[in-house]
């Protein structure tokens, strides 16, 4: 354990400073953690999901490690936080879908339409850029790649554009039940 | 999105980050508000109209040192609860310390006031409007401080919210301040510490829906 706290760490400063290639290795091993640590907590299928959430909140929080401190307790905080965060979310939703129960099962005509209806409306929450991106890649089944030269912006701009733009919809599937209970 | 992918993606865009890129943040957020806050005082409420005089007396530094101590100790807890896995830790105990020591001497001045007068030294002629003056000020600097943390990754959420509000209601009582024209202890310690509480309990309440990352 303490061999790897030397090493993730050296590599986390090397990628602070910039070094891409020491940065994607570090990605790569935390890959690695993460997976052993969300698999032996949630299922498969959201563990894979926890993994990439975990990395993209590394990637973009990254100015909040300190490099005077040991390493693994920052990536366990955010790993953890991002757990927690999952089975909160993963709560309220089983809750929202019991109370709804009665009315999603009283219409069911037309099914198609109003899914079509409600995710329209459901999109318009969202800005523009990151609507058109999200119905091209998750809708119409267009690559990342593809949409991102559609619009003219880095893959990686795409990707990180559909992660937040899913996550404020199923904040607001959410709805005010969350908002109460945190 | 395959996980292989991303990292891919992370990595070949990766920029450099700044060393204390969050005192940076903080400092980014918590100043152009501060600023604003300022400006309003000067534009609506203007300066006390003894501000030369004043600074002659010891309660005017004490009311001025008494703010920006706190502010600087609760901006400290906030630098360090922004981070995961970071504690409040000592900067919280400065915090503390500032309030017992203006307590201590509160209790001084009022051992040495006739007890009719009590009263009047705590309540002095703008005890009504002290706190709420000072949350007003602290707005700007509260939206800028929360905008700052917002990039910023607390895990403590609602002690962050918390700590992260006192220290704007601090600062904004800092610039209240420049107004304020009481001078006991008394109600320095009761009414500029209210006014910084309010705005702490502000943080406090949204700080789940608002900190969230």
Not at chain 2, 72 to 80: C, D, G, K, P, S
Request: charged share 20%.
């Amino acid at each position: 354990v303490l061999a790897a706290e030397a090493e993730l760490k050296s590599l986390m400063v090397a990628g602070l400073a910039g070094d891409k290639a020491a940065y994607r290795v570090l990605l790569t091993a935390l890959g690695e953690v993460l997976r052993r640590y969300y698999s032996r907590r949630v299922g498969r299928d959201d563990a894979e999901d926890l993994v990439q959430d975990a990395l993209i909140a590394i990637h973009t929080r990254r100015a909040t490690y300190d490099a005077q401190q040991p390493f693994t307790p920052w990536l366990y905080a955010v790993a953890r936080y991002k757990l927690l965060d999952h089975l909160r979310r993963k709560r309220v939703r089983a809750a929202v879908s019991l109370d709804d129960a009665g009315d999603l099962f009283a219409e069911d005509e037309s099914e198609a339409a109003l899914a079509r209806r409600d995710l329209d409306i459901l999109l318009a929450a969202l800005p523009e850029p990151t609507r058109a991106l999200i119905r091209q890649v998750k809708i119409e089944g267009l690559t990342t790649q593809e949409a991102a030269a559609q619009a003219g912006r880095s893959e990686i701009a795409v990707r990180v554009g559909i992660h937040r733009g899913l996550k404020t919809l199923s904040d607001k599937l959410r709805g005010k039940d969350a908002r109460e209970d945190g | 999105v395959k996980t292989d992918d991303l990292i891919a993606d992370l990595s070949e865009t990766l920029t450099p980050v700044p060393r204390h890129a969050v005192l940076l943040r903080l400092v980014q957020g918590t100043g152009a508000g501060a600023l604003v806050s300022f400006l309003i005082l000067w534009a609506w409420l203007g300066f006390r109209p003894d501000l030369a005089q004043a600074v002659d007396t010891s309660m005017y530094w004490v009311k001025f040192f008494y703010t920006l101590s706190l502010a600087l100790f609760a901006f400290w807890a906030t630098e360090r609860l922004a981070r995961p896995s970071s504690k409040a830790g000592w900067p919280l105990f400065g915090v503390a310390f500032v309030i017992l020591a203006l307590t201590f001497l509160s209790g001084m001045r009022m051992m040495h006031t006739p007890a009719d007068e009590r009263m009047h030294v705590l309540m002095g002629h703008s005890s009504h409007v002290c706190p709420f003056l000072i949350a007003i000020l602290s707005v700007p600097i509260f939206i800028g401080t929360f905008w700052s943390l917002r990039a910023l990754a607390p895990t403590r959420t609602v002690l962050a919210g918390a700590v992260a509000g006192f220290a704007s209601g601090a600062l904004g009582a800092w610039i209240y301040a420049f107004r304020c024209d009481e001078t006991t202890a008394p109600f320095l310690l009761v009414f500029f510490t209210l006014g910084m509480a309010l705005v702490g309990l502000a943080g406090a309440a949204i700080a789940r829906r608002v900190l969230r990352w």
